[in-house]
């Protein structure tokens, strides 16, 4: 029986019994005092004895723990990179490793962002041709998709955190290959570098965030990653801003990534690593203590979430007992439980990928000069849309665990609505009515990109919380080379596509269409609601079948309510 199962029949058990007490004291004439005392000492038999239970097995979990701090505590830290850090508030601890880990996200933004500013003065010192240009930008995605592919055997052997202490390295190697370039093949390599980086960070920081967090924060924490890549892209246009003018100024724009590299790999040093990771590798003390500075295992909530990890654990362990290695690699596919997960977290990457975000943001300076804006205030004004996404942000981080997963995704609307404004102003004749034009564009774009940033935080939530204890890593490999595959295929086609399509028809019925034909009534009908479940409990929702999902949000819908 699942721990899980045990706790709530224990907990059904204990309320019958507690309700037939109830009972008891609002008549007392209906019982005798000597059934009343019976009924007392059942209710305390029941209670005592599932106490007696937990309490036997901390004791069993701190005395594996001391006998692992007695024997590896200083050696491990260092082989860890990791100086140990604790707080008596365990709130202070959860929020330290959140805005560590989620700083990764500026490196990513500034990484796609920079390349517009820097391409002006770039493509004209390195003579590039419109093809060698739209590479250049679309090789750091291509890069996150072999980062993606390494975040599997990266995360699984070495673990989450080491993870991202590996993709600071190549952010690093990329930057300086960048900002050294004489020629479009080293800037080929380069990007490709940074964009390894990018790759195994984006996988990899949801997943270490999810693990490491309770349930009531996981949304807005791993949100967190999302308004730093944000402030990252916004960085990147303040950046170019402040360069423009300088001679050779694109190299300080490409380099700029080396400071913040730097600096997140700092931040690391004081992060501990996943304890759902150590757990799956039957590390049990280890990832007891962490789970300790992590978590205030006073409380009996997190005591018993710590023995349902353990619980999991035993069940995959138990799962991929008898099945060959071969079988393994296709977990992701072959269990209903995981191939559902995968399906739902594509979709959703797709949704945030295929409706333009990045291709917009890597190509704003081009198209604010191409609304009407002269060289210099293109660059100057890209800072617009990169504020609008940074501030759309804030609303996911405060309230996406109050309001939940179901709810904000129908922010899609909203930035439905920015991508017709866009395109409208594209319609709009730039010669005879400039004023209009800019005025419409820019409000889509700031629709847009505010509306985008409070829906991009479920791009990089839902797919880290989705996947069972055993597929994580496969299956965020696969979700984040798919977010990087559809980043490259908008990024690379960009001018073929607004070619056969024109500005307005990309914007408003190719990107706009995929938002409003799939997007909406795919989250209504299909869209389980994960808000405030532990990772083990999401585990039963993907359990069960699809349509009972679909029924059930039908019924919610019904009711007037999205999520539940």
Same mark, same amino acid.
């Given at each position: 029986?699942?721990?899980?199962?045990?706790?709530?029949?224990?907990?059904?058990?204990?309320?019958?019994?507690?309700?037939?007490?109830?009972?008891?004291?609002?008549?007392?004439?209906?019982? /005798?005092?000597?059934?009343?005392?019976?009924?007392?000492?059942?209710?305390?038999?029941?209670?005592?004895?599932?106490?007696?239970?937990?309490?036997?097995?901390?004791?069993?979990?701190?005395?594996?723990?001391?006998?692992?701090?007695?024997?590896?505590?200083?050696?491990?830290?260092?082989?860890?990179?990791?100086?140990?850090?604790?707080?008596?508030?365990?709130?202070?601890?959860?929020?330290?490793?959140?805005?560590?880990?989620?700083?990764?996200? %500026?490196?990513?933004?500034?990484?796609?962002?920079?390349?517009?500013?820097?391409?002006?003065?770039?493509?004209?010192?390195?003579?590039?041709?419109?093809?060698?240009?739209?590479?250049?930008?679309?090789?750091?995605?291509?890069?996150?998709?072999?980062?993606?592919?390494?975040?599997?055997?990266?995360?699984?052997?070495?673990?989450? /955190?080491?993870?991202?202490?590996?993709?600071?390295?190549?952010?690093?190697?990329?930057?300086?290959?960048?900002?050294?370039?004489?020629?479009?093949?080293?800037?080929?390599?380069?990007?490709?570098?940074?964009?390894?980086?990018?790759?195994?960070?984006?996988?990899?920081?949801?997943?270490?965030?999810?693990?490491?967090?309770?349930?009531?924060?996981?949304?807005?924490?791993?949100?967190?990653?999302?308004?730093?890549?944000?402030?990252? #892209?916004?960085?990147?246009?303040?950046?170019?801003?402040?360069?423009?003018?300088?001679?050779?100024?694109?190299?300080?724009?490409?380099?700029?990534?080396?400071?913040?590299?730097?600096?997140?790999?700092?931040?690391?040093?004081?992060?501990?690593?996943?304890?759902?990771?150590?757990?799956?590798?039957?590390?049990?003390?280890?990832?007891?203590?962490?789970?300790?500075?992590?978590?205030?295992?006073?409380?009996?909530?997190?005591?018993? #979430?710590?023995?349902?990890?353990?619980?999991?654990?035993?069940?995959?362990?138990?799962?991929?007992?008898?099945?060959?290695?071969?079988?393994?690699?296709?977990?992701?596919?072959?269990?209903?439980?995981?191939?559902?997960?995968?399906?739902?977290?594509?979709?959703?990457?797709?949704?945030?990928?295929?409706?333009?975000?990045?291709?917009?943001?890597?190509?704003?300076?081009?198209?604010?000069?191409?609304?009407?804006?002269?060289?210099?205030?293109?660059?100057?004004?890209? &800072?617009?849309?990169?504020?609008?996404?940074?501030?759309?942000?804030?609303?996911?981080?405060?309230?996406?665990?109050?309001?939940?997963?179901?709810?904000?995704?129908?922010?899609?609307?909203?930035?439905?609505?920015?991508?017709?404004?866009?395109?409208?102003?594209?319609?709009?004749? %730039?010669?005879?009515?400039?004023?209009?034009?800019?005025?419409?564009?820019?409000?889509?774009?700031?629709?847009?990109?505010?509306?985008?940033?409070?829906?991009?935080?479920?791009?990089?939530?839902?797919?880290?919380?989705?996947?069972?204890?055993?597929?994580?890593?496969?299956?965020?490999?696969?979700?984040?080379?798919?977010?990087?595959?559809?980043?490259?295929?908008?990024?690379?086609?960009?001018?073929?596509?607004?070619?056969?399509?024109?500005?307005?028809?990309?914007?408003?019925?190719?990107?706009?269409? %995929?938002?409003?034909?799939?997007?909406?009534?795919?989250?209504?009908?299909?869209?389980?609601?994960?808000?405030?479940?532990?990772?083990?409990?999401?585990?039963?929702?993907?359990?069960?079948?699809?349509?009972?999902?679909?029924?059930?949000?039908? &019924?919610?819908?019904?009711?007037?309510?999205?999520?539940?």
């Amino acid at each position: 029986m699942k721990f899980s199962t045990w706790r709530s029949k224990t907990e059904s058990e204990v309320q019958e019994v507690s309700n037939s007490v109830d009972d008891v004291y609002e008549n007392p004439a209906v019982k /005798k005092d000597e059934e009343c005392v019976e009924d007392l000492e059942k209710v305390s038999d029941v209670d005592i004895s599932r106490r007696a239970n937990i309490d036997e097995q901390l004791k069993e979990l701190n005395r594996k723990g001391d006998e692992f701090k007695r024997d590896h505590g200083f050696f491990n830290n260092m082989k860890n990179l990791e100086f140990e850090t604790n707080f008596k508030n365990k709130k202070h601890m959860v929020l330290m490793l959140g805005v560590f880990a989620s700083f990764a996200g %500026i490196l990513s933004g500034i990484d796609q962002s920079i390349i517009s500013g820097a391409s002006i003065e770039m493509n004209k010192m390195l003579h590039l041709s419109s093809h060698e240009a739209s590479l250049v930008s679309s090789l750091m995605p291509l890069g996150a998709v072999a980062g993606s592919i390494l975040l599997t055997p990266f995360s699984e052997m070495l673990g989450r /955190k080491t993870s991202l202490v590996i993709s600071c390295g190549f952010y690093t190697m990329g930057a300086i290959i960048c900002a050294a370039a004489l020629n479009v093949q080293t800037m080929y390599a380069g990007r490709f570098f940074i964009g390894v980086g990018v790759g195994l960070e984006g996988g990899g920081i949801g997943v270490y965030i999810a693990e490491c967090v309770p349930s009531t924060v996981r949304g807005r924490l791993v949100s967190l990653y999302q308004f730093n890549i944000a402030l990252g #892209e916004l960085f990147g246009y303040i950046v170019g801003v402040i360069f423009f003018e300088v001679h050779g100024g694109w190299r300080f724009m490409v380099g700029s990534s080396l400071i913040f590299s730097t600096l997140l790999f700092i931040g690391l040093l004081f992060l501990p690593e996943s304890p759902r990771w150590l757990m799956h590798k039957g590390r049990v003390g280890e990832s007891w203590n962490i789970w300790k500075r992590l978590r205030d295992v006073s409380l009996e909530s997190e005591q018993l #979430e710590f023995l349902e990890l353990i619980q999991a654990a035993n069940n995959d362990k138990d799962l991929h007992a008898n099945e060959s290695r071969f079988q393994a690699y296709f977990d992701l596919i072959r269990i209903p439980r995981n191939r559902r997960a995968l399906i739902f977290a594509s979709i959703m990457i797709g949704l945030g990928q295929l409706t333009g975000i990045n291709a917009i943001m890597y190509y704003m300076s081009t198209l604010m000069g191409r609304i009407g804006f002269s060289e210099k205030r293109s660059v100057a004004m890209s &800072m617009v849309g990169g504020a609008a996404l940074l501030l759309g942000t804030i609303p996911a981080i405060l309230w996406m665990d109050k309001f939940g997963r179901r709810t904000w995704s129908m922010t899609i609307i909203i930035f439905s609505v920015g991508l017709v404004l866009v395109g409208v102003g594209y319609l709009i004749n %730039i010669n005879t009515n400039l004023v209009a034009a800019e005025g419409v564009y820019l409000t889509g774009q700031i629709l847009y990109n505010m509306a985008f940033g409070s829906y991009a935080a479920l791009t990089w939530v839902l797919p880290s919380e989705s996947f069972s204890l055993s597929t994580r890593s496969a299956g965020m490999t696969v979700a984040s080379a798919l977010l990087y595959i559809f980043t490259f295929t908008v990024t690379y086609n960009f001018d073929r596509m607004q070619a056969a399509m024109t500005y307005t028809g990309l914007t408003l019925g190719f990107y706009g269409g %995929i938002a409003v034909v799939i997007g909406i009534p795919y989250q209504l009908l299909f869209m389980p609601e994960t808000k405030n479940r532990t990772l083990e409990e999401i585990d039963g929702i993907f359990s069960r079948p699809t349509r009972e999902i679909v029924s059930e949000n039908i &019924m919610w819908l019904k009711r007037g309510k999205l999520s539940y």
